[in-house]
């Protein structure tokens, strides 16, 4: 399908989803949100597909919910009967994509201003890069609102006490993209002008693995964090037992043995 708000394109077996509504710092409206919700399900559906790459167009990366559009009552509008989706009974979710339940992995590559819901793609990205222009903070209480998930989401990534101050300070003081990799809350910051080719740098690396593999990886280490230790070992250990029956499992050692590059079906 075609889309009025992000760009979708997929190449090398990398999907690049970019915000794409640089006149209004790519703010999440209801249309976005619908489109976002589309382009993952593609990606993930998508055979073709190994990783998908998050950016934005212009000098934000996501200035977070579309302040123009949200109803006086503040409550998100669904395209179903209200309450009628289990969705709708979840935290909302706006621009994240669904991490809980997808396999491929998600590279975040920050390019801007990145405060509000657009934090919620560095807390759930499976790798996140930062240009060194990029800014982060979160608004909420500046505009008379709770921060929700958004800031439960940083007080697992940050430490309680910048997580604290990050919200409790609102718009009135941002976090530099040095200082949210010195934090851990970034990997790695680069000049801006190189930003989506250190991204796509990035993603090749992780093609160069085996694709199941990697899902398989992805999946213990997301999985796993809610659990207490032991059963996530158990869980993880499950992983690993259904990848070694794939085809893959037997063209990796047998490529390490012949000194050739493997040849991964992702089967």
Known sequence: MGFETIRYQVEDRVATITFDRPEALNALSPAMVRELRQAYADAEADDGVWILLVTGNGRAFCAGADVTEIPDDGRVVYDEPYLSTFPQWEAPQEGTPPFRTMTKPILTAVNGLCCGAGLDLVTTGDIV????????????????????????????????????????????????????YDLGLVSEVVAHDRLLERAREIAHTVNRNAPLAVRGT?????????????????????FRERVVRTEDAKEGPRAFVEKRQPNWKCS
């Open 129 to 180: 890069i930062a240009s060194d222009r990029a800014e982060f903070f979160d608004p909420h209480v500046s505009i008379g609102l709770v921060s929700g998930r958004e800031v439960v989401r940083l007080a697992r990534a940050l430490p309680t006490n910048i997580a604290m101050r990050m919200a409790l300070m609102g718009r009135h003081e941002r976090m530099s993209a040095q200082r949210a």
């Open 218 to 238: 992805r999946l213990a280490i997301r999985r796993g964090r809610d659990l207490p230790l032991y059963e996530a070992e158990v869980m993880a250990e499950a």
